[in-house]
């Protein structure tokens, strides 16, 4: 059987099983070690009968344990670098390869050149801090968690990368301590305690990393009210969240920063996911 016939294969039992079939391509190039580009060299190539028992080993897990395929082959792709992932921490989602996009596109916009303290509140596999750093030179970035267990992820990620993103623990802005930042950016626990969340997501990803009270802005909340000793004199300020929850965190935003401009934009799906806060003179 060739590479090609083997993908087809189990890609289509994917599909019959209710699952991604993306998954097929990111197994072969973890048991491999190899990019898509020279996965796509092999297409014509018989497959090595210790390639295939390797694959169905993991694969049988992915379809029928109930597992994710980052957590069963230990990383995931974000922004085009493959992070450490485990257990202990979200699997980065495409939405937030977003988040950091437009951040970058504001640092350009609005501090261009100039050398900006960032602060990634709740930073799990540490995607977005870590994304930033390598990204942005001009970026000194520093990341906080609850979680000690997710921030070892992070730090091993940190070192994979050589990022020089500084680590810290605690709860939301409990450990900021006497810091102040240009742009603070998170992407807090955000679904609401009583949402149906599919098994997938529920039975593997930590659920400190899911859950975000009642009605899932209890951390945005706990930022807005808080951060303003934490800002320097202009900043921005940059969540992902529900799709559905716009309004209501505009009007939270706008109850602690009544005189700054609250903007809240698109995923690519058309959804509502990004809101940001220009706190000070952004016509400077
Ligand atoms: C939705 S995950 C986001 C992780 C990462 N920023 C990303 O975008 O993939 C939320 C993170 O918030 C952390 N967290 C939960 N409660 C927290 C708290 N009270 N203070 C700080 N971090 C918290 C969790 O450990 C988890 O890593």
């Known amino acids: 059987m060739t590479y090609q016939e083997f993908i087809r294969q189990k890609e289509r039992l994917a599909e019959e099983t209710g699952k991604e079939e993306s998954a097929v391509v990111l197994l072969l190039e973890h048991i491999l070690k190899i990019e898509t580009n020279v996965l796509y060299q092999r297409l014509f190539l018989p497959m090595e009968e210790k390639v295939i028992e390797e694959f169905d080993v993991i694969f049988n897990k992915y379809l029928y344990e109930n597992k994710p395929i980052q957590y069963l082959i230990g990383t995931s792709c974000f922004y085009g670098y493959d992070f450490i992932v485990n257990e202990n921490v979200l699997i980065p989602r495409y939405e937030t390869e977003e988040l950091v996009e437009h951040i970058l596109y504001k640092y350009d916009a609005y501090f261009k050149g100039q050398k900006v303290d960032v602060c990634d509140i709740a930073t799990g596999s540490g995607c977005i801090a870590i994304s930033l750093a390598l ?53 807090p626990p955000y679904i609401p305690l009583t949402e149906e969340v599919m098994a997938l997501v529920k039975d593997n990803e930590p659920n400190i990393a899911l859950y975000g009270g009642e009605d899932g802005l209890k951390f945005y909340r706990i930022i807005l009210s808080g951060i303003k000793p934490y800002l320097k004199k202009k900043a921005l300020i940059a969540f992902e969240h529900g799709f559905d929850k716009k309004e209501e965190l505009q009007e939270i935003c706008r109850r602690y920063f009544p005189d700054s401009f609250v903007e809240t934009l698109k995923d690519l799906e058309g959804k509502d996911r990004m809101t940001f806060v220009y706190v000070g003179d952004f016509d400077e």
């Open 135 to 187: 990204e942005e030179k001009n970026m000194n970035v520093i990341a906080t968690d609850i979680s000690e267990e997710a921030l070892e992820v992070a730090k091993q990620n940190n070192a994979k990368f050589q990022a020089g993103v500084t680590f810290l623990q605690g709860d939301m802005l409990e450990p900021l301590r006497d810091r102040k930042f240009d742009i603070v950016v998170s992407n």
